[in-house]
Structure formats: C-alpha cells, structure tokens
C-alpha cells in the first residue's frame, strides 16, 4: 500500500480568483478541511472533488500535472481523475 493522499497544495497560495489559490484552486476554508480529513478515503474523495472543481472553474489545467508529480515523489496513489 502506498502513501496516503497528499495535499492538493502545490506551494503557490496566491488566493486572487475570488478567494480561490491560483495554484491548485482551493480556497483557504478548503485549505484547512483538508488538513482535518485524515482517514485516507476522505482526502482521497477532496482531491477528487477539487479535481471537478477544476474543470468547472476551466483555469488550473497545469494542477495536474504538478500533483501528479506530488503524488510520484511521495509514493501515493494517483487519483482516479488524473490517471488516464
């Protein structure tokens, strides 16, 4: 089994898009339920939920591939979403 889920983070934090990060598109209320989740399930089900977040919101096309490369380095999973 490999790591748990990590942070949909990517170390950008500039909330511009009304309150919205520019980075991975969280907003700091979603920033800190995340931090809270910590059976892996529920942070698997954010990242999932952040994902089709993304699309509606149709600017955070280069989250995927800098959270792919998040999940690579710390040996978890790739979500669903992002592992066609």
Partial sequence: ???KTPSPCIDVCK???DG???GCSMTKTQKSLFK???KDKQR???VEMLTAQQQVLGRYSHWNVA???K???K???LPPSLST
């Fill in 1 to 3: 089994m490999g790591s």
């Fill in 75 to 77: 040996g978890a999973k």
């Fill in 15 to 17: 909330f511009k898009r």
């Fill in 36 to 38: 809270g989740l910590k």
């Fill in 44 to 46: 698997a089900a954010f």
């Fill in 20 to 22: 919205h990060c520019i």
């Fill in 71 to 73: 999940c690579k380095k």
């Fill in 67 to 69: 959270y792919a490369k």
